[in-house]
């Protein structure tokens, strides 16, 4: 009975382990999510770009072959806990 306590505990605390590890990860990437938006934000209040023209710079690039971004989330997964 005392060996299934132990077991039944080891078992708990691993499942909490990784919990904590799925979270880690899920802050990395918001963080890294949020550090995007406020350089989007930072550039688009330092430089505003004129509603015209930035509807010109759209048809241009829907018009033109689209380069690879990767996602940040596949990004935020290379960090190591």
């Known amino acids: 009975m005392f060996k299934n ?11 909490i382990i990784k919990n ?3 979270v880690s990860l899920e802050l990395k990437k918001m963080r ?13 209040f330092s430089d505003p ?3 015209e023209d930035f ?9 033109s072959e689209k380069s690879e971004i990767p ?6 997964n290379s960090f190591s806990i």
């Open 55 to 63: 509807k010109e710079t759209e048809r241009n690039d829907s018009l």
């Open 5 to 15: 306590n132990v077991t039944d505990h080891k078992q708990k605390v691993e499942a």
């Open 49 to 51: 770009v004129n509603t």
């Open 20 to 22: 904590m590890n799925t």
């Open 71 to 76: 996602d940040a989330s596949l990004a935020s």
């Open 32 to 44: 890294e999510l949020s550090q995007l938006l406020l350089c989007d934000l930072t550039l688009q």
